[in-house]
C-alpha cells in the first residue's frame, strides 16, 4: 500500500533559506542606496563642476516648463504634505483590514523614516557650499527633495504591504508617482536633479531595510507568486517588475551619455561655476543638461522600485513543498 508522510515535522521549510537571503540582498541594497544620496551630494553639490551641471539643467528645464508647467504644477499642488499622508493611511488601512500587521507597521515606519530623514539630512546635515550659483535659493541646501520624498514614501509603502503577487504592479505604480512627482518639481525649478535623485535614493534605502528588517516575514504559501500555478505564471508575473528594472537600466544609459556630453559642454565653455558658463552652453547644450536630469530621475524611480518588488522570496510549489509519496 501507498502512504503519504505528512507530519508537519517532516515537511521541509523551503522557504526560511530563501527568506534570509532576500533580506540580506535587501540589506546590501540598503547600504548601497544610502551611499548613493551621500555620492550624488558630493557630485553635484559639493563639487564645482558638479553644481554648473546641475544648475544648466535647471536653466534648461524652462525650455520644457512651456509643455508641461501647467501639470506640473498641478501635481505638485495635488500631492501636497496633507494629501500624502491621507493616501498613506489609506494604504495602511487597507492593510490592516487584510490581517497585514506586521507590513503595516513597517510601512508605517519606512514612511515616517523617509519624510524625517529628508528634513534632517537637508537641514542640519548636508550643505551647499557657495560657488556663485546659489542666488535663486538664497545659498540654502535643497537635497533631497522634500516633496519627491513624500510622493516616494507613499510608493514604497504601497509596495511594503502589497501581497506578493500585486508587488510587482505596485512598483508600476508606486514608481510612475515618483518620478512625476520628481519631474514636476525639476520642471516647475523647485528643485535640481541631484535632488530628487537624491530623494529617491534615500527612500529605497528605507524601503529596503525594512524588507531586510523582516517586513516579509509573514508572507504565507498562499499569497505566493508560484503556488499552485502554471510553470509559465511566476515568469509573467515576475517579469512585470524585470520589465520596469530593465527600462530604468536603459533610462539610466540614455541619462549617462546625456551627463557626460553635459560635462564635455560644460569643460568646454570654461568649467567655471559662474553664470557665464551657463550662458556659453546655449540653448542646446542646457536643454541636453536638463534631459539627463529627466532620465535619471526616471531611471532611479524605475529601478528603485523595481528593485523593492524584486526582493519577494520565489517560493516553492505546495506540490515541492510536500515529500512524494513512498510505497510500504
Known amino acids: 500500500m501507498t502512504t503519504s508522510n505528512l507530519r508537519p515535522e517532516s515537511i521541509p521549510d523551503n522557504n526560511r533559506r530563501p527568506g534570509k537571503r532576500y533580506q540580506l540582498l535587501a540589506g546590501l541594497l540598503a547600504v548601497s542606496c544610502a551611499l548613493g544620496v551621500a555620492a550624488v551630494w558630493w557630485l553635484s553639490v559639493a563639487h564645482p563642476t558638479g553644481q ?54 513597517w510601512a508605517a515606519g519606512a514612511v515616517v523614516a523617509i519624510n524625517v530623514s529628508t528634513q534632517v539630512l537637508k537641514y542640519m546635515i548636508l550643505w551647499r557650499p ?32 502589497a501581497r506578493p503577487r500585486w508587488r510587482p504592479a505596485a512598483a508600476w505604480a508606486g514608481a510612475l508617482l515618483a518620478a512625476a512627482m520628481g519631474y514636476s518639481t525639476l520642471v516647475c525649478q523647485w528643485h535640481r536633479p541631484g535632488d530628487v535623485i537624491a530623494a529617491l535614493l534615500l527612500a529605497t534605502a528605507w524601503g529596503a531595510l525594512a524588507i531586510a528588517g523582516g517586513a516579509w516575514a509573514d508572507d504565507s504559501p498562499a499569497d505566493s507568486v508560484e503556488v499552485d500555478e502554471p510553470e509559465d505564471a511566476p515568469a509573467g508575473r515576475l517579469s512585470a517588475a524585470a520589465i520596469l528594472g530593465g527600462l530604468g537600466i536603459l533610462a539610466g544609459a540614455a541619462a549617462l551619455a546625456l551627463e ?69
Do not use: K
Open 260 to 328: 557626460v556630453l553635459n560635462w564635455r559642454g560644460v569643460v568646454a565653455a570654461g568649467g567655471l561655476s559662474t553664470p557665464a558658463t551657463i550662458q556659453a552652453l546655449g540653448r542646446t547644450g542646457t536643454f541636453i543638461a536638463y534631459a539627463a536630469g529627466s532620465a535619471g530621475t526616471v531611471a532611479v524611480a524605475c529601478t528603485g522600485m523595481a528593485a523593492l518588488a524584486l526582493l519577494t522570496p520565489r517560493a516553492h510549489r505546495l506540490g515541492d513543498a510536500l515529500p512524494s509519496r513512498v510505497a510500504h
Open 130 to 161: 557657495d560657488h556663485g550659483l546659489s542666488q535663486r535659493f538664497g545659498g540654502m541646501n535643497t537635497l533631497p527633495s522634500g516633496h519627491t520624498a513624500v510622493a516616494a514614501s507613499a510608493a514604497v509603502a504601497l509596495i511594503l504591504v
Open 52 to 105: 554648473t551641471m546641475e544648475q544648466a539643467a535647471f536653466a534648461g528645464s524652462l525650455i520644457g516648463a512651456h509643455f508641461v508647467s501647467d501639470h506640473a504644477r498641478s501635481l505638485l499642488h495635488l500631492v501636497s504634505l496633507p494629501a500624502a499622508v491621507g493616501l498613506v493611511l489609506v494604504v495602511l488601512i487597507g492593510a490592516l483590514w487584510r490581517g497585514s500587521r506586521r507590513r503595516a507597521l
